[in-house]
């Protein structure tokens, strides 16, 4: 998927009523059955590694902490430099929603720019006690692996943290690695979600043949 290749099992209807397509653009974004939710879920996690790593402490989906809202960011934690909390909220995006009409064909990181501005004005609604504006975080990943401009700033000021045992700064090192583990947590986790959906409509319609990809 990840290289664009045509997925020959991804044909049929999704439970959700729509037609599959072979590029598994609906397998991947629908929401029926768990799929963007499950991906989602495992990049929280390991964004909370990332934080456990500098020894920052945080809390994942903290409740009630907005006095206006039921909302939820991904993880709150402490930044030190500003001396605020930041709300780190953590999505995804794929570069061919109908909503973009062709703008990834030509910009770079169309997707996650859209989806960051969503994410911007939908936080800048957001009341903490007091009457307190949170400090808010998009990280948004797109499918094929491109971060939103955010997420990488962010990522490189924490890697700013970052000492090796000896005790010196290594962000180049900090960030090659979590760039890694982010990418192949999201490419696991896409697959993950394929696997599963295209198992239960296998087994629920026998008029998609599995044998066809052996
Ligand atoms: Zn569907």
Redesign the pocket.
């Known amino acids: 998927m990840r290289l664009g290749c045509q997925m020959p099992l991804a044909s049929g209807q999704?439970?959700?009523?729509?037609e599959?397509d072979s590029d598994g653009y609906?397998?991947i974004t629908?929401?029926?059955?768990g799929?963007p939710v499950i991906s989602h879920n495992n990049m929280v996690l390991a964004w909370s590694d990332c934080l456990s790593q500098l020894q920052l402490h945080h809390v994942k989906e903290p409740r009630g902490r907005y006095v206006n809202s039921e909302d939820r960011s991904d993880i709150v934690v402490f930044d030190s430099a500003s001396g605020v909390d930041l709300e780190l909220d953590i999505a995804l995006a794929h570069p061919w929603s109908n909503e973009l009409e062709g703008l990834s064909a030509t910009t770079q990181r169309a997707a996650a720019t859209r989806r960051e501005n969503l994410k911007i004005k939908k936080y800048d609604q957001e009341l903490l006690p007091g009457g307190f504006r949170p400090t808010f975080v998009p990280i948004v990943f797109k499918h094929f692996g491109c971060w939103g401009e955010k997420a990488e700033d962010y990522l490189k000021k924490l890697s700013q943290l970052s000492r090796d045992k000896d005790g010196k700064p290594n962000a180049s090192t900090f960030k090659t690695y979590w760039r890694s583990v982010f990418s192949v947590c999201l490419q696991r986790s896409n697959a993950r979600v394929i696997d599963r959906k295209i198992k239960k409509i296998v087994s629920r319609d026998s008029n998609i043949n599995i044998n066809s990809c052996t």
């Open positions: 999704c439970d959700c009523g729509k599959l609906h397998l629908c929401k029926t059955g799929g």
